[in-house]
């Protein structure tokens, strides 16, 4: 069952020890600004799937982040996120891998469900056998010549 979050409202997600982001829900607004973010689409034909994995998720989070716990910038002392910063923390792996685990591929789950068909396990399909066979390799023949 598809359950719906009527509140709308921001979640903290854990991303590290010690490391936590107050997060916009991934909504089909959110989603659809980020695919028109203008460093999405300057990516260029030719960029991997990787490099435009990572552009998505730094503009995703641009837009989602809303504040942060445990980041701080090089003298230790707390910092605010910003654009600059927010894409220095996903170019942390450890971060990257996390915000896409937490955040992006919860949302994107639904979207793999309705797209996904398996075989019921008690429905019409349970316990079926396949009655399709091979088909037979014609037997070879020797020639006479």
Known sequence: MLTLDLTNAPRWHDLAPGVRVQLRPLTTALMVAT???PAVEAMPDNASDEERAVAFAKALA??????????????????DPSPEA????????PI???????YVSKG?????????SAPSPN???????A????????????RRG
């Open 108 to 116: 994107l789950l639904l979207e793999q469900e309705k797209n996904a």
């Open 96 to 102: 990257f891998e996390a915000f896409q685990l937490t």
């Open 62 to 79: 641009r837009r989602a982040v809303l504040a942060w716990e445990g980041i701080g910038n090089a003298d230790s002392k707390p910092i």
């Open 35 to 37: 695919r028109s973010d």
């Open 131 to 142: 009655t399709a066979k091979p088909a037979r390799k014609p037997a070879r023949t020797a």
């Open 123 to 129: 429905g019409p399909s349970a316990g079926a056998s």
């Open 86 to 93: 927010i894409d220095a923390l996903l170019d942390i792996w």
